[in-house]
């Protein structure tokens, strides 16, 4: 009986995700200088001349804001350059994080950057990577039912679209230096990610096992 109602909880959930869904287009600020910094920080970091910071999809990075607001979560990532609060990074590019999907705790899907356009928010990975950030994620406002739901929705999605190889925690990033997709030159530029916690990203891939994601690559 337990293993009959563990059968229908989750094919109620996988039809729940199958469902569809609407993406707001809520987009942060894409400018010349933004594009310029965009095209600096792939020559820089990664060694790639382009004429358009375009990308090539072959991984998803998942991560979460630690900022409690859709509207403050946007914020962040709605100027070119980064605000003074990143001293952490600034030195590294003036570029300002973002992201190319904001989902809210209520599982509304936005779309800040076009999804073949890059966005930083991975290290060493930006130029193939797809950004899904999450509003939340402190222990007074963990991540939801709902942007669960959504976050397998959306990467259904996307692995519809493109050739995705990989999907990710933003925690895993640092697995990939010595892969064939990493390019970041300076072996010095690192921080360490938890985002969006290993629990959250257990069942995002538990949901989407069907979809036949590449492994994590081992340390």
């Known amino acids: 009986m337990y293993k009959l109602l563990l059968f229908i909880s989750t094919l109620v959930f996988f039809t729940s995700c199958n469902s569809t869904k609407t993406i707001v287009d809520k987009p942060i600020v894409f400018n010349e200088e933004r594009k310029q910094l965009s095209l600096e920080y792939l020559a820089e970091r990664y060694g790639l001349e382009q004429n358009t910071p375009t ?14 607001t859709l509207e403050k979560s946007f914020e962040a990532f709605y100027n070119p350059t980064l ?8 030195s590294v590019s003036g570029l300002n994080v973002s992201s190319h999907f904001l989902v809210d705790q209520d599982g509304t899907i936005y779309q800040l950057l076009p999804e073949t356009t890059m966005a930083r ?20 406002l963990p991540l939801t039912r709902a942007q669960l739901k959504s976050n397998v929705w959306l ?22 230096i010595g892969h064939k997709l990493w ?18 990203m257990k069942k995002v891939k538990r949901a989407t096992k069907q979809l036949n994601f590449k492994s994590v690559p081992k340390k």
């Open 155 to 176: 990467i259904n999605y996307l692995k519809s679209k493109y050739d995705i190889e990989y999907l990710i925690g933003h925690y895993e990033y640092t697995n990939f």
């Open 55 to 68: 990308i090539i999809p072959k991984m998803i990075v998942l991560h979460w804001t630690v900022i409690p």
């Open 183 to 200: 390019l970041e030159k300076d072996e010095n530029y690192r921080t360490v990610k938890e985002d969006p916690g290993e629990n959250f």
């Open 121 to 140: 928010h991975v290290i060493g990975l930006n130029h193939c990577a797809i950004g899904i950030e999450n509003v939340g994620g402190t222990h007074d």
């Open 83 to 90: 605000p003074n609060w990143r001293p952490d990074i600034n």
